[in-house]
């Protein structure tokens, strides 16, 4: 899609408070040390806070199973496991990628801390970012009572709520008063990484790791890995990478700094997560941020998750990807398109619920903030969705957008069908339209490329042209002239 930036938004914050505050403060006041012990009846190593995780990991052999208990496990660094091994949490288990922050001087009206020589790779900068959030890039994050602040640009741009690294002198600035407050900063880039296959990850937190862009707090790129019951979250970059053969189920995945999940691959599948929140660093949704996005799988299935209140598409294919299946799920309440397949080959998009969706209204003129937005792809299947008050209903966008490596990206062959699109609100510029808009002068769209809609439902409220075909807004009776929804139906 063309390169365009949203009005800026304000970036979301959490307070999180509760059993994970007390937690972390438990922990924080450090503990005793000792060997870890083997449960006689499941054989596993049971592993507490104060032991090295790393170290565990490589004096026990492949297969082993182990039991982390309560507590907060700050990490000095990614944790590397061996082939099968499965680490399981118990209630109250976080690993976190952040440091305490203690020894604030004051300056005036703000307090720094030196001797921070922390400073990830940093991608993409003056490029990916948001003009409101222009150190997107640079993947260091502060916390104040859980709380992730906004990483000012300047130290003249310091302001409460914010916070400022002069990376140079290695000095952090913020403009809150740190007396009583819990502070912290991200500084370890992953949780897990390596290659290894078939780890299982079950039950607990990881948050706060300083991942960099396009780096995931769950980054192991080995093949068969099971995550699941995790809650990943206020990681910089992404929560979870999915690739070969990964299955991931059941994770809440939020208020990560640019998407819940992503990842490549073959035979993955990611159903029954809630993706949530997910933008929070202000990363440009045109390049890619918001719920999930995934490239060069290959039987990619998402299925039964239930995505929204992203910065962002809720759920989002883009190149190369071929035979996804996007079934049953629930996405809602994200900034731009709900479900979004682009330049790619087969898939199908079925029995999914679609709601309010482009709910920033992103450019009148244009359809990315449909519910189901299929862009320059081929053979994609679209049926049985409930698609609701979306700031678009149906849609597809063709454009020169060149060839992958099974040809060309064309939309051609796309069937949309049996599918209910329900306009409830009033009409305004570019809301509720279903169809095709075509960009750089190509037509073959509309003429040979085997395109249709057909016994889809419509309830178009006060929209007097709700379908968008060769490129302009038409009537009823126009679109059924072209010979789409001829066996439809549309209440007004």
């Given at each position: 899609m063309a390169a365009r930036h949203l009005v800026p938004r304000a970036i979301a914050l959490l307070v999180f408070t509760g059993l994970v505050s007390l937690c972390a403060a438990a922990s924080d006041q450090g503990g005793t040390s000792g060997t870890p012990s083997t449960n006689a009846d499941s054989g596993e190593v049971v592993l507490r806070p104060q032991h090295d995780l790393q170290q565990q990991l490589e004096s026990h052999p492949p297969g082993t199973r182990f039991r982390l208990t309560a507590g907060t496990y700050r990490l000095a660094a990614p944790l590397t496991p061996k082939a099968n091994?499965?680490?399981?949490g118990d209630a109250q288990v976080v690993l976190s990628g952040a440091r305490l922050l203690t020894g604030f001087v004051r300056d005036g009206g703000v307090w720094f801390v030196d001797d921070q020589p922390q400073a990830g790779t940093v991608i993409g900068e003056g490029s990916v970012c948001l003009p409101v959030a222009p150190r997107c890039a640079r993947p260091e994050d502060l916390f104040f009572d859980d709380v992730m602040l906004?990483?000012?640009a300047d130290r003249s741009d310091l302001q409460p709520g914010s916070?400022?690294?002069?990376?140079p002198r290695r000095r952090i600035y913020i403009a809150d008063d740190p007396a009583g407050h819990r502070v912290e900063t991200s500084v370890t880039g992953v949780a897990f990484r390596?290659?290894?296959?078939?780890?299982?990850?079950?039950g607990f937190v990881v948050e706060k790791f300083a991942t960099p862009t396009n780096e995931a707090a769950v980054?192991?790129?080995g093949r068969g890995w099971t995550i699941e019951g995790l809650e990943v979250r206020l990681n910089h970059f992404a929560g979870i990478r999915t690739v070969d053969a990964a299955q991931a189920r059941g994770n809440n995945v939020h208020h990560n700094g640019a998407l819940g999940f992503i990842g490549a691959g073959d035979n993955v599948i990611v159903e029954e997560n809630e993706i949530a929140h997910n933008n929070t660093a202000g990363y440009d949704p045109y390049w890619g941020a918001g719920g999930a996005k995934w490239v060069l799988t290959t039987r990619l299935l998402v299925r039964g998750n239930y995505s929204h209140d992203n910065h962002g598409p809720g759920l989002w294919t883009d190149i190369d990807n071929i035979d996804v299946v996007f079934e049953s799920n629930r996405?809602?309440?994200n900034d731009l398109s709900g479900i979004f397949h682009e330049i790619g080959y087969r898939a199908v998009i079925r029995y999914n619920v679609v709601s309010r969706n482009g709910r920033v209204k992103p450019y009148p003129g244009w359809v990315d903030g449909a519910g189901i937005l299929v862009n320059s792809s081929s053979d994609v299947e679209v049926h049985n969705n409930t698609v609701t008050d979306n700031w678009q209903g149906i849609t597809a966008l063709e454009g020169d957008r060149g060839s992958g490596k099974r040809g060309p990206w064309v939309l051609a062959r796309?069937?949309?069908?049996d599918n209910v699109i329900n306009q409830s609100g009033p009409p305004q510029p570019g809301s509720g339209r279903t169809g095709i808009l075509q960009v750089q002068n190509k037509t073959t769209a509309f003429t040979t490329a085997g395109n249709r809609f057909d016994q889809n439902t419509y309830y178009v409220g006060g929209i007097g042209r709700p379908f968008v075909w060769m490129n302009r807004d038409v009537t009823e009776d126009e679109w059924r002239r072209f010979g789409q929804d001829v066996n439809g139906t549309v209440v007004h």
């Open positions: 091994q499965t680490l399981v906004r990483h000012a916070w400022y690294f002069d990376y390596g290659y290894a296959e078939r780890v299982t990850l079950r980054n192991g790129v996405v809602e309440d796309l069937y949309v069908h």
